[in-house]
């Protein structure tokens, strides 16, 4: 019996189809989603938490089912599997169709949330009723179109972390730092929230808090309705919103200075655990062009700018004038915000400007210019932050940041552009990590450039766009801002090339000495580094 051979590998075996228990948990799977679609319209269920109850757990068995089956009987270790001949995994007419569906869906639930059935006055109606049990259950209200995503955000983190940990079994690093993203989303994200709404009650109120989104990714977290219920909290609310200014000023940098921005990218953040868990089967998908590392560079930093300068103008706008009653006033708070952003800038350009490369430098000094020019402006004229009232810088940066590129873009997308696109190109929380991993963290991956067979693997599987390879050739110390040390390039590297480690910040960029085989003294160079 004859076959098509669509693997070009002189060794490898054709793509596969899937076997009869994958087909069972795929018609599992989407039989859940179809009562879920059947709920959005308007198809009523007399019994919600009997009908939500087999969607769910239809959706999370299809998926845990087909994991298992595909994986199972397969020896531990990573095989391309045809991902390039796939339709779903090389932006084939499957790929296009998910695409397109999760980004209707994304639009209907930021735009159009009347469409799933809230209702701001009586009963709601469809989807979100679907949900409703599940919602009072937890906080005691009825359900909104942010708890039916975060409930679905939460199942698929957790059904396909259980789908990464089959495949990545081999590896305890995977292992380890996948369960910790389903812990966080699971607990910091969804249910904590939703337990501290149901503890409010007359004359108490706590604000709906994820504790791990911090603020430039949370921007929201200090306009002004926000820090009053915060201090309408009490001591509970002050302690959050000290603990939400400690988070960027404290614990950030600590963290990315002992492990990199990986502590927070890859192993708390839930856009990095969706892309990390649903967002698996596309990491190669991210463009590898040095054309898109430029357009990444400028695009990220832009973003945070827009972010800095807008958050500086919504806080300004409810600070009072007079000193006598306000400790801090709109002119020091400008002129603190000022003089911080010079310090930081002089300080990275005098102790690290060798690191910079030389757009870098120019880039950040071009940034500084205008975000001082701003605010000078705005001090002695009076014109307003970056021309705009303060509620339109929020609602602009909300709309076109917060919805387009980081929901409808970002997640929609991750079948044509990989799985992070919006952790690449978009998010201000990425790009103030990768500053600081990249001048002051100990966090590289070191590499052993005299047993590269230039395989590629690690180059493919990069869902950051960095040829890991290059760096691996020459045996270089793989330190970039973008890096979110999944470690996916150690993990189906076949020779043990690379390495995350957190050493000293001594010659931890070194481009000079690398170890290419038998060219260098490996002995000589270690007396070298111990010196």
């Not at 068995?61 to 796939?86: C, L």
């Not at 963290?441 to 067979?453: A, D, L, V």
Request: net charge positive; hydrophobic share 45%.
């Amino acid at each position: 019996m004859s076959r098509i051979e669509h693997n070009m590998s002189l060794t490898g075996d054709a793509p596969k189809s899937i076997n009869t228990q994958q087909k069972i948990a795929s018609l599992l799977g989407v039989s859940g989603l179809i009562i879920l679609l059947l709920a959005s319209l308007n198809v009523s269920f007399p019994n919600k938490t009997l009908w939500l109850s087999i969607a769910l757990l239809s959706i999370i068995g299809g998926i845990v089912w087909f994991a298992q089956a595909a994986y199972s009987g397969t020896h531990p270790g990573i095989k391309n599997d045809g991902v390039w001949f796939k339709s779903m995994s090389n932006r084939g007419y499957l790929a296009w169709l998910a695409g397109i569906s999760l980004t209707g869906f994304y639009v209907i639930l930021y735009f159009f949330p009347e469409y799933l059935g809230l209702r701001e006055e009586g009963d709601n109606v469809g989807l979100i009723a679907l949900f409703d049990p599940l919602s009072k259950l937890l906080s005691g209200e009825p359900a909104s179109q942010w708890f039916v995503y975060g409930t679905l955000y939460t199942i698929a983190i957790t059904a396909f972390g259980v789908k990464f940990l089959w495949k990545y079994r081999h590896n305890r690093y995977e292992k380890i730092r996948t369960y910790s993203v389903m812990f966080f989303q699971t607990s910091f994200a969804f249910l904590i929230p939703e337990f501290m709404a149901r503890l409010n009650g007359e004359g108490f109120s706590l604000p709906y808090y994820d504790l791990k989104n911090i603020w430039p990714l949370n921007y929201y977290n200090f306009e002004q309705y926000r820090v009053d219920e915060f201090i309408s909290a009490g001591t509970i609310g002050i302690a959050l919103l000290l603990f939400g200014i400690a988070s960027i000023f404290i614990i950030t940098p600590i963290l990315t200075y002992k492990y990199g921005k990986r502590w927070y990218c890859s192993w708390v953040c839930g856009c990095g655990g969706l892309a990390e868990t649903a967002g698996d089967p596309y990491r190669h998908l991210s463009d590898k062009s040095q054309f898109a590392w430029r357009v990444e560079r400028w695009v990220v930093h832009s973003v945070l700018v827009f972010v800095v300068v807008m958050t500086t103008a919504v806080v300004y706008s409810y600070l009072g004038d007079d000193p006598s009653k306000y400790w801090l006033t709109r002119d020091s708070f400008l002129i603190g915000v000022g003089v911080f952003l010079t310090l930081l800038f002089a300080g990275i350009w005098y102790f690290k400007r060798e690191e910079l490369e030389k757009d870098a430098r120019y880039g950040a000094i071009g940034y500084l210019v205008i975000i001082l020019a701003l605010i000078g402006l705005h001090y002695f004229s009076g014109v307003n932050l970056f021309l705009f009232n303060a509620e339109s810088l929020r609602a602009t940066y909300g709309f076109l940041i917060g919805a387009i590129f980081s929901g409808v873009i970002g997640t929609g997308f991750y079948p044509i552009f990989g799985n992070r696109v919006w952790c690449r190109f978009g998010c201000p929380m990425a790009a103030v990590l990768g500053m600081q991993q990249r001048l002051f963290s100990k966090f590289r991956i070191t590499t052993n450039g005299g047993q590269c067979i230039s395989c590629g693997n690690c180059s493919t599987y990069c869902e950051m766009g960095i040829d890991v390879r290059a760096y691996a050739q020459k045996g270089q110390n793989i330190v970039r801002s973008s890096c979110v040390g999944c470690g996916i390039c150690s993990a189906v590297c076949p020779r043990g090339v690379l390495k995350l480690e957190n050493g000293s910040p001594k010659n931890r960029i070194d481009s000079e000495e690398g170890v290419l085989g038998d060219n260098v003294d490996l002995l000589d160079l270690i007396k070298q580094k111990t010196k």
